[in-house]
Nanobody, 122 residues
Framework: QVQLVESGGGLVQAEGSLRLSCTAS????????MGWFRQAPGKEREFVAR????????AYADSVKGRFTISRDNAKNTVYLQMNSLNPEDTASYYC???????????????WGQGTQVTVSS
């Protein structure tokens, strides 16, 4: 069983930055494609970003492209989401996800963290 634990959420002002981290255990980290989803109050959960096993293939939702960067450190079993130029519409719970399939991690990932709250004030 894979465990994913997020950290780094919090309250930030508009145009500010935050970096989320997610540490995985229970499976060889480099065998997992990783990603991030988010869910805002009253809205459906949505894909944010994903990264391939070695980090060379990344994809983003249009709403965050150019502002967010996903990266990973396989030696630390950790995936990151650097979020810049945040705006109130980015307020949501952010979930770290993982899957053995690069395609599935952005659609229906097998593994989910508990989530970390990000709140952006105007």
């Amino acid at each position: 069983q894979v465990q994913l634990v997020e950290s780094g959420g919090g309250l930030v002002q508009a145009e500010g930055s935050l970096r989320l981290s997610c540490t995985a255990s229970g499976r060889t980290f480099s065998s997992l494609a990783m990603g991030w989803f988010r869910q805002a109050p009253g809205k459906e959960r949505e894909f944010v970003a994903r990264i391939s096993w070695g980090g060379g293939n990344r994809a983003y939702a249009d709403s965050v492209k150019g502002r967010f960067t996903i990266s990973r450190d396989n030696a630390k079993n950790t995936v990151y989401l650097q979020m810049n130029s945040l705006n109130p519409e980015d307020t949501a719970s952010y979930y770290c996800v993982g899957d053995v399939s690069l395609g599935t991690v952005a659609d229906r990932p097998a593994y989910w963290g508990q989530g970390t709250q990000v709140t952006v004030s105007s």
